[in-house]
């Protein structure tokens, strides 16, 4: 039976006996509350005809439910938004932030702006951010920190704040290890950002493989890009006119991965009968390029849900997470 019509979350948390933030997490049904406690929540609301009123939450609790996803600027050619591994890990994000009560907010940010951060957290229309950037990450990093504006980072950890990572020295080893068991000899390492600690992590990968295979490393089979299409062209012509006569490649993305295997065959270059190629991410358009790309899998749906889970535990509990997602070789036609 519906009794008096209740107006405010302060009623429900009164007749609960629980605080109003626990009535705000029930009612957008927070796993953060436990199932008993929620049901009860959402049965007093029901029973007493609540409507909650989202601006009048955002004010009560100052909190906009809303997250930042914070990704470079556009500019023609670089990793954005709009590059397929930004769009899938967003994908997961949005929905991982969906089920926990949360919107969604997108955010360009031009590497040479120091205000950013001050314009969404000063106003209130974002709750935290998560750190997508490729360019300038770590004075990104710095000025979220100096700032005390709560954040997560797809990445290594280097600091006190919470992250989501891949597993990448073992993605580097499975790919080398991958190419070597073909019998390839002369493998080259298409890098993202030199000063990244992922590409970082994938190299030092690759070169425990060759160690283990008692392979020498040789720095002449190494070229850096930026996770581009048109830096993995550069990047595969550069190898080329240094070492003419390599047999395989491991690139840090799948989308230089594929500009790499257009080099390749303007070259005159078979995939994989003359050079193999593996890539990295398992993005949904590496089976579909032709021939089908081999890749290491970050498991990119899932890394965007656990970015959305742990920036959420840390926002309502205050919990510090550094999270490694596992890897998996995922063989196709290329190697």
């Known amino acids: 039976m519906t009794g008096k019509k209740l107006k405010s979350i302060q009623d429900i948390a009164q007749i609960a006996g629980v605080s109003k933030s626990t009535v705000s997490r029930a009612l957008n049904d927070s ?6 406690t929620r049901n009860a929540i959402q049965t007093i609301a029901r029973q007493h005809e609540f409507r909650p009123s989202a601006t009048a939450r ?13 990704n ?3 500019s023609k050619g670089a990793c954005h938004v709009s590059c397929p591994f930004s769009l899938e890990i967003m994908g997961g994000i949005a929905i991982g932030l969906h089920e926990l009560g949360y919107d969604l907010l997108v955010i360009h940010v031009d590497p040479s702006d120091s205000d950013w951060a001050a314009q969404y957290m000063d106003t209130a229309r974002v709750d935290g951010f998560i750190l997508m950037t490729e360019t300038g990450k770590r004075s990104q990093v710095d000025l979220l920190v100096s700032r005390r504006a709560p954040f997560i980072a797809w990445g290594a950890s280097s600091g006190g704040y919470c992250t989501v990572c891949g597993d990448d020295r073992t993605g580097g080893r499975m790919a080398c290890e991958r190419l070597l068991s073909l019998g390839r000899k002369r493998i080259g390492f298409l890098g993202g950002p030199r000063v990244e600690a992922e590409v970082q992590g994938r190299l030092l990968g690759y070169k425990d493989a060759l160690k283990a295979a008692e392979k020498s490393f040789d720095p002449s089979l190494i070229a850096y ?8 062209e550069r990047a595969m012509e550069e190898l080329l006119a240094r070492q003419p006569d390599l047999d395989a490649v491991f690139s840090n993305s799948d989308v230089m991965a594929i500009a790499a295997m257009r080099v390749l065959k303007a070259r005159g270059r078979r995939i994989p009968q003359d050079v193999a190629i593996v890539g990295y991410d ?5 089976s579909y ?9 970050q498991k990119i749906p899932l890394a965007g849900t656990l970015l959305a889970r742990d920036l959420v535990a840390f926002l309502e509990q205050g919990i510090v997470t550094h999270t490694v997602v596992p890897v998996e070789l995922i063989v196709r036609d290329s190697a």
């Open 225 to 232: 890009g930026d996770y581009s299409e048109r830096s993995g």
């Open 31 to 36: 796993p953060l509350v436990n199932a008993e």
């Open 72 to 74: 470079d600027a556009y």
């Open 289 to 297: 390029v032709s021939p089908a790309l081999t890749t290491i899998s």
């Open 282 to 286: 398992d993005l949904s358009l590496a």
């Open 58 to 70: 955002s004010l009560s609790l100052r909190a906009s439910r809303t997250v930042g996803f914070v």
